[in-house]
């Protein structure tokens, strides 16, 4: 079993900068991948970004790639995803994942490759 919580979330202005956290238990967290996926109102759950179970490599999606930064730090059993220049289109709630057996961006970007989820946290980006 694994519980992943996120925090960091919150309201800013378009421009503005966020940093979500995902603390991870339950699992040796530093053999499975991570993700960042978001759902806005009345949109699919999509695909944010992706890091390799040793930080080597990550994914983005084309829409943030250059403002997004994703990293991990296993000693604290913990993902982030720092958000930078955010717009209204990134309004949405973001879920952090593991991505077990994930080794390509291919495996990232499929959200039927995850397995735990968290409870997802709300980011609000006002005009």
């Known amino acids: 079993q694994v519980q992943l919580v996120e925090s960091g979330g919150g309201l800013v202005q378009a421009g503005g900068s966020l940093r979500l956290a995902c603390a991870a238990s339950g699992r040796t967290f530093s053999t499975y991948g991570m993700g960042w996926l978001r759902q806005a109102p009345g949109k699919e759950r999509e695909f944010v970004a992706g890091?390799?179970?040793?930080?080597?490599?990550?994914y983005y999606t084309e829409a943030v790639k250059g403002r997004f930064t994703i990293s991990r730090d296993t000693a604290k059993n913990t993902v982030y995803l720092q958000m930078n220049n955010l717009k209204p289109e990134d309004t949405a709630v973001y879920y952090c994942a593991t991505c077990p057996f994930c080794y390509g961006e291919g495996a990232f970007t499929t959200s039927t490759r995850y397995d735990y989820w968290g409870q997802g946290t709300q980011v609000t980006v006002s005009s």
């Open positions: 890091i390799h179970w040793n930080g080597g490599r990550t």
